[in-house]
């Protein structure tokens, strides 16, 4: 079991920046992909971005290529996203995702998430 627990969303002006932060907990993740995923109102779940924990390796959606960074920190046991030129279709509920994925983007294949952080990007 890997339990995650979000942080850091907010209320922001368009143009403005967030970082969010997943703390993970609960079982060693050298073999995970963790991710972010948001759900905007009336759509699916969609992916943002992820990062191979062994090795970094680095994965984003073309929405978001160029404005947010994901990295994690191994030895706090911690994912992040640093959002910055946030745009009002930002806004949504962020979730932080753990799974043994081969393909990072479909959120089916992530087995564990986490309660997800509000963003709300006001224009």
């Known amino acids: 079991q890997v339990q995650l627990v979000e942080s850091g969303g907010g209320v922001v002006q368009a143009g403005g920046s967030l970082r969010l932060s997943c703390a993970a907990s609960?079982?060693?993740?050298?073999?995970?992909?963790l991710g972010w995923f948001r759900h905007p109102p009336g759509t699916e779940r969609e992916f943002v971005a992820a990062i191979r924990w062994s090795g970094g390796n680095t994965f984003y959606a073309d929405s978001v290529k160029g404005r947010f960074t994901i990295s994690r920190d191994t030895a706090k046991n911690s994912l992040y996203l640093q959002m910055n030129s946030l745009k009002a279709e930002d806004t949504s509920v962020y979730y932080c995702?753990?799974?043994?994925?081969?393909?990072?983007?479909?959120?089916?294949?992530?087995?564990?998430w986490g309660q997800g952080t509000q963003v709300v990007v006001s224009s």
């Open positions: 609960g079982r060693t993740l050298e073999s995970y992909t």
């Open positions: 995702a753990a799974g043994t994925v081969g393909p990072v983007g479909a959120p089916r294949l992530y087995a564990y």
